[in-house]
């Protein structure tokens, strides 16, 4: 029986950590997953650094690490030698110094049970058909293993990836373009374990780009836009994928001696023309869609449930959740999508003409620690008091974490000589000030000491 309460559609990692944020929070809601059993594809891998820190608001950041493959490197490989490396020590002032691999339905086991365990429900075998508002509720309509089910639920939100049910029952367009050439996956065991456990790859040339990124399991993932020819999945099979890895010249790419799971795909950039429509809301895929580079898909998603779920759990008006939300969310996926562009990525690594600070800036951009949610400005903000600019989930000197200690407290008087005060004023060189954090560590405002 559907319940009249909070309801996500999609129990993928985004759906399950909204899930988790607002049970914690005290607010009863329920998954509706309209596959009867969780995908064994890897998909989505990689975790950064301020996914941990979100992670750590419902307590499972301590087995993602215990379980994931701890990375500190991007290495990029170009005309078979070793050419530029995003090194994410870089970050080591503001989070965990590196990101984690690990596979989706892996982190969907972990984000599931703690979902439970909360007092959460994930209804498997549930599709939603019709979707219809008013100012009080929103109605559904849902095929069950025992039938068709109606409920009016308070909120309604879609975390149903990129070919979204919500997103298209709301008439929600999804603009943007699908890349000429498509992408090839190839994922088992390697036949010798010739690369650092500590990085992922990319391997260039001018024909083309492939990345090597170990995972969780001792396999490891290849995949990229090895090939501009028109693919289907009846023409993949190892001795394929072989020939067409062969056939791109690139000479750093491990022989795998058994496959798990061969695939292509389209990669596709596009944006979700809205995110918030009255009492419904996109999350993740279901919002945006973009290259792989860099792994910030589930990363972005976790970000939107994050900013979302404190939102709902105020209610403080549906329209002005919807609008300062979406207002937010969209700008970081736009920004997330020109970043992620592969093709100006590949020329200027093609070229050599990538410079030491552009890697630093990238690494701290796929990291997300920086990422600023005011309405001016650039995204990337590092290290400025002002409007919008994200709280470091920084160490205390006397024990626990920066968010930890700050739970519910609003206000933060940066001349403190200890504590969270004093961290903060340590990070941003700023002592004269007091600043207004909001629920998800983001300052609302500077109020003495600093102009916004």
């Not at 900013?307 to 970081?332: K, Y």
């Not at 903000?381 to 700050?406: T, V």
């Not at 941003?428 to 600093?450: H, K, L, Q, W």
Request: include cysteine.
């Amino acid at each position: 029986m559907i319940r009249n309460i909070h309801t996500i559609v999609g129990a993928g990692p985004v759906g399950l950590l909204l899930g988790c944020l607002l049970a914690k929070r005290g607010i009863p809601c329920q998954v509706l997953e309209q596959a009867e059993r969780r995908s064994e594809l890897t998909k989505a891998l990689m975790i950064h650094s301020a996914s941990l820190d979100i992670l750590s608001t419902i307590d499972v950041n301590g087995e993602i690490l215990e379980r994931g493959l701890r990375q500190r490197y991007i290495h990029f490989d170009i005309d078979g030698e070793a050419r530029f490396s995003l090194d994410f020590s870089c970050i080591a002032h503001a989070g965990f110094p590196g990101f984690i691999n690990l596979r989706q339905p892996v982190v969907e086991e972990i984000l599931e049970r703690r979902f439970v365990d909360l007092g959460g429900r994930v209804s498997r075998g549930h599709r939603l058909v019709e979707l219809a508002q008013d100012s009080d509720s929103v109605s559904l309509v849902v095929d069950t293993r025992n039938g068709r089910e109606q409920a009016r639920v308070p909120f309604l939100i879609g975390c149903d990836g990129a070919n979204s049910t919500v997103r298209t029952l709301l008439n929600v367009a999804f603009t943007g373009a699908d890349y000429p050439f498509q992408y090839i996956l190839a994922e088992g065991q390697p036949a010798q374990r010739s690369l650092s456990e500590d990085a992922s790859y990319m391997a260039i040339n001018g024909r083309a780009a492939l990345s090597i990124v170990p995972m969780d399991n001792g396999e490891y993932r290849i995949a990229g836009p090895g090939s501009h020819l028109s693919l289907t999945d009846g023409a993949l099979t190892p001795e394929s994928v072989e020939a067409l890895i062969r056939d791109t010249g690139l000479d750093a790419i491990p022989h795998l001696s058994t496959y798990r799971a061969i695939r292509h795909y389209t990669v596709r950039e596009r944006c979700a023309d809205r995110f918030a429509v009255g009492r419904a809301f996109l999350c993740g895929d279901a919002a945006h869609v973009h290259s792989p580079a860099g792994g910030q898909a589930m990363n972005l998603g976790f970000g939107d449930a994050f900013s979302l779920a404190w939102r709902l759990a105020r209610n403080t008006g549906v329209d002005h959740i919807g609008e300062s939300w979406e207002l937010e969310r969209m700008r970081i996926a736009r920004h997330a999508i020109a970043r992620t562009q592969i093709g100006p990525l590949l020329a200027k690594m093609r070229g050599r003409a990538v410079s030491a600070d552009e890697l630093t800036s990238l690494a701290q951009t796929y990291s997300q620690l920086f990422h600023d949610v005011c309405d001016k400005g650039h995204p990337l903000c590092q290290k400025r008091l002002q409007r919008g600019a994200r709280i470091p989930n920084l160490p205390l000197p006397e024990g626990g974490s920066l968010w930890a200690q700050l739970g519910t407290q609003e206000r933060i008087d940066l001349s403190e000589t200890t504590g969270i005060g004093c961290a903060l004023a340590e990070y941003f060189g700023e002592r004269r000030s007091t600043v207004v954090v909001r629920p998800d560590f983001y300052i609302d405002r500077v109020e003495a000491g600093a102009s916004l």
